[in-house]
C-alpha cells in the first residue's frame, strides 16, 4: 500500500471528531495517520485523548497574539510534524487568508449544517426556527470566506417532531463521527480515482477554445472547432485497448518528440496503441504525482496542432507582441 497520508488536526475543545479520526486511522488499511493533535486551548479535553492515544499534541493560546501571529506559530507546528492535510474538528478561531492560502486544497473542515445552508454559529435552531424537516452535516475543504469551500461530503439527519438544538446536535454529531473519517481516507487518495482524474483532465481540456467532448471507441475525448467538422486533440486512455494504464493522449509534433519524450522518462510516457504510429504519446495519470499544469500545457499544446487556423492565428499574431 501507499504512504499513509500525514494528518494534523486542530481542535479547541471536546474534540470527538477527532477521536473519531484517530479511531478511523487504526483500521487496518485506512489511507491516513494522524501525526498531531493542536490546539488553541492548552487545556482542552481532546488533547488529553490524544496523549493517551500516543499522538504527538501541540497546544499554544491565542491570547494577546495578532491572528496572524497565532496561526504563525499553530502553521510551523504542522510543517514541523509533516503535516500534508490540516483536519478542522471544531477548532473554534477564524482563520487569516495567509494560513488558508498555504493550506489551499490541503484544509478541510465539518460544519454542522447541510451547506450551503445556515453557515456560521447556531445551526440547530435555525434548522428548526425554519421548520426543516432534515438538518446534516458537511465536510467541505476550507477557503478564505467562512463555511464556504467545495462541498465534498454530506450526512442528512432527519428533525423530529419535539427536537431542541441540543437534541438534534447530539444525532448531528454521530453522523458527522461517521461522516468525517470516509471523507478524509476519499479525499486523501483522490488522485487514484478514476474518476476524479478524469474530471480534472476535462475540466482543462473544455476550458479551451472551441472544445467538446466526444466518446471515441468508449473513451472520453475532446475535439476543437465545429460538432461536424471538429479534430481530437485528447483522449482519456483508462484500461483503453488492454492497457493496465490511466493516461492522457495527446498529440504531438511527430514521432521524433515521442520518442525523445519515451527516452527522457519511460515511466511516464509510452507511444499508445494504433494511435502511437501517427505520433500521439500518452502521458500517465495514475503514478500519484501528476503535475496538473504541465498536463494543461500539453492539452493547449496538442490544441494547437490540430485546432483550425482561424483560431490559431490569433494566437501567433499575440506572441509577435
Ligand atoms: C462539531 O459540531 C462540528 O460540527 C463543529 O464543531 C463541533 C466540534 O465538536 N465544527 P467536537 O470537538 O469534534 O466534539
Known amino acids: 500500500m501507499a504512504e499513509k497520508a500525514r494528518i494534523g488536526i486542530l481542535i479547541s475543545g471536546r474534540g470527538s471528531n477527532m477521536a473519531a479520526l484517530v479511531y478511523a486511522a487504526k483500521a487496518p488499511g485506512c489511507p491516513y495517520e494522524i501525526v498531531l493533535v493542536a490546539s488553541n486551548h492548552p487545556d482542552a479535553p481532546g488533547l488529553t485523548l490524544a496523549e493517551a492515544e500516543g499522538i504527538a499534541t501541540f497546544a499554544h493560546p491565542h491570547k494577546g497574539l495578532s491572528r496572524e501571529e497565532h496561526d504563525a506559530i499553530m502553521h510551523d507546528a504542522l510543517v514541523e510534524a509533516g503535516v500534508e492535510y490540516v483536519v478542522l474538528a471544531g ?6 487568508d495567509g494560513f488558508v492560502s498555504k493550506w489551499a486544497d490541503r484544509m478541510l473542515n465539518i460544519h454542522p449544517s447541510l451547506l450551503p445552508k445556515y453557515k456560521g454559529l447556531d445551526t440547530y435552531q435555525r434548522a428548526i426556527d425554519a421548520g426543516d424537516r432534515v438538518a446534516g452535516c458537511s465536510v467541505h475543504l476550507v477557503t478564505p470566506e467562512l463555511d464556504d469551500g467545495p462541498i465534498l461530503a454530506q450526512t442528512e439527519v432527519a428533525i423530529l417532531p419535539g427536537d431542541d438544538a441540543d437534541s ?26 478514476p474518476d476524479w482524474i478524469l474530471a480534472e483532465v476535462r475540466r482543462r481540456a473544455l476550458a479551451l477554445e472551441e472544445t467538446h467532448e ?8 475532446w475535439r ?10 485528447a483522449y482519456f ?13 495527446v498529440k504531438t509534433t511527430g514521432i521524433d518528440e515521442q520518442t525523445a519524450l519515451i527516452d527522457a522518462d519511460p515511466d511516464l510516457y509510452y507511444a499508445p496503441k494504433f494511435y502511437g504510429k501517427s505520433g500521439w504519446i500518452a502521458i500517465r495519470l495514475d503514478q500519484g504525482r501528476t503535475d496538473w499544469d504541465y498536463i494543461g500545457e500539453w492539452l493547449y499544446k496538442s490544441w494547437c496542432q490540430v485546432a483550425p487556423k482561424r483560431l490559431t492565428r490569433l494566437i501567433e499574431i499575440a506572441g509577435q507582441f
Open 91 to 96: 477548532y473554534m478561531r477564524i482563520l487569516s
Open 168 to 193: 438534534l446536535a447530539s444525532r448531528i454529531l454521530i453522523a458527522e463521527h461517521q461522516l468525517y473519517p470516509g471523507a478524509l481516507a476519499r479525499y486523501v487518495t483522490r488522485e487514484a480515482d
Open 214 to 221: 466526444r466518446a471515441s471507441f468508449g473513451a472520453p475525448g
Open 224 to 233: 476543437v472547432g465545429s460538432e461536424t467538422t471538429g479534430k481530437y486533440f
Open 237 to 249: 486512455a483508462q484500461s483503453h485497448h488492454g492497457e493496465a494504464s490511466i493516461a492522457l493522449l
